[in-house]
Structure formats: structure tokens, C-alpha cells
């Protein structure tokens, strides 16, 4: 069964047109994060939650933002996107706090047109 | 400041034989070490992980060497099989400080026949 599971698996968009790509788990875990993955790149971390604690990197431009309602969802929310942000988006989990083995999901590739 | 990287982009390898992947880390407060494996078109997957009280912890057919002294890391694979054909990364944390999962660079396996 999926453990954490992101929509949709492929998102296209025009340029400049806001998107929000989505997360959920089912494993409860105190840590979301979110990664930035363009072709035969490591992941890049983008920012992360402890609980509702938000986490930001200090590359990440201000154009990505998040939200986390609740344990379950976040969300990745790219404001008005560029040609240079196609790239796979990977949301993991983790419980934290010494705990940090990562589940991630099979990430949205976006294309942005 | 923090980085974590590989020496090799690419290792070919018969099928049968043992692999080995390396990485080597600057970050001397990373305490806590993780290999995932990435196929092509979907998330990073978990192998093994270990932390910095330990030089050495296998699984099943993987064994994760960890050398404090030199900031290196290295992943064996033994009897390496066609499934094994993967994009992998190490990932660093500072487990009992904060959350975050720095990736490296990746090294890509391939498998010969």
C-alpha cells in the first residue's frame, strides 16, 4: 500500500500560471518534505515541516511556498513558474528527531509550457 | 559548507560480481548516513542507513562501511543482479539536531551482462 502518495504523477502548466502539486501519508510521520529533482540531479531540498514548524531553505526561491494543514497533506505551491522549475517534485516523511529514515513518494514531474 | 558527494557518476558492473559505490561528506556533524536507491521515473527508495557510532551494518545482500576519520562512506553490493540497475545516493543528517536530508550527487550502476 502507498505510504505517501503525491498528485498527480504528471502536471503540465503554462508559464506563469500558478500550480500546486499535492502530498498525503498515511504514516503519521512529524516530517514533510519537499524536493526539487531535475534530470540526472540529486534531489535538492526545498523546505520541510516539523509538524507545523516551517522549515526553509535558504536557496529556495520565494517563488515555491508550502502549506501543511494537516498531518496527512501538504502542498507545493509554485507561483508563477518558469521554464527553469520543470523538474520532478518529491515529497518524503519521516517521524524526525533522530528518527529521519525518509519514505518518499514517486514524486510530479511538472512541465511547464 | 555542508556537502556531500561521490566519486564516481558511473560504475559498470558484471553481473554476478560485487559492487562498490563510494561518497565522501564535509559536514564532520553529520551523524546519521542513509543509500537510497532511484530508479528511473520514480522516487528514491531506502536501502540501509547508519549512524555515527557504527564503522559497519549490512542487510540483505548490502553492507554500509562508514569511515569517520576520512568523511567516507561506501555502499556494497554483493552479487550484483539486473534489478540492481539504479541511480544511487547517499544522504547525510544531523540526526539529533535538526531534520534535514542533504542528498549527493548520485552514481549511476549499471549492470553487464
Known amino acids: 500500500d502507498a505510504m505517501v502518495i503525491q498528485n498527480p504523477r504528471y502536471q503540465v502548466t503554462q508559464f506563469g500560471k500558478p500550480v500546486t502539486l499535492s502530498c498525503s501519508q498515511t504514516?503519521?510521520?512529524?516530517?514533510m518534505y519537499w524536493y526539487q529533482q531535475k534530470s540526472s540531479q540529486a534531489p535538492k531540498l526545498l523546505f520541510h515541516?516539523?509538524?507545523?514548524?516551517?522549515?526553509n531553505e535558504a536557496d529556495t526561491p520565494d517563488n515555491f511556498q508550502s502549506r501543511r494543514p494537516n498531518t496527512s497533506f501538504c502542498f507545493l505551491d509554485i507561483r508563477s513558474p518558469g521554464l527553469g522549475d520543470a523538474a520532478m517534485y518529491l515529497c518524503a516523511t519521516s517521524r524526525g528527531r533522530g528518527r529521519t529514515e525518509a519514505f518518499f513518494g514517486q514524486g510530479t514531474r511538472l512541465t511547464v509550457v | 559548507g555542508e556537502s556531500v558527494g561521490l566519486h564516481l557518476p558511473t560504475l559498470s558492473v558484471q553481473e554476478g560480481d560485487n559492487s562498490i559505490i563510494n561518497c565522501a561528506y564535509s559536514n564532520s556533524a553529520s551523524d546519521y548516513f542513509i543509500w537510497y536507491k532511484q530508479e528511473s521515473g520514480k522516487g528514491p527508495q531506502f536501502i540501509i542507513d547508519?549512524?555515527?557510532?557504527?564503522d559497519k551494518r549490512q542487510g540483505q545482500r548490502v553492507t554500509v562501511l562508514l569511515n569517520k576519520t576520512v568523511k567516507h562512506l561506501s555502499l556494497q553490493i554483493a552479487a550484483t543482479q539486473p534489478g540492481d540497475s539504479a541511480v544511487y545516493f547517499c544522504a547525510e543528517n544531523k540526526a539529533n539536531r535538526d531534520d534535514k536530508i542533504i542528498f549527493g550527487k548520485g552514481t549511476r550502476l549499471h549492470i553487464l551482462p
Open positions: 515541516y516539523y509538524d507545523k514548524d516551517f522549515n
Open positions: 504514516l503519521n510521520h512529524n516530517v
Open positions: 547508519i549512524r555515527s557510532n557504527m
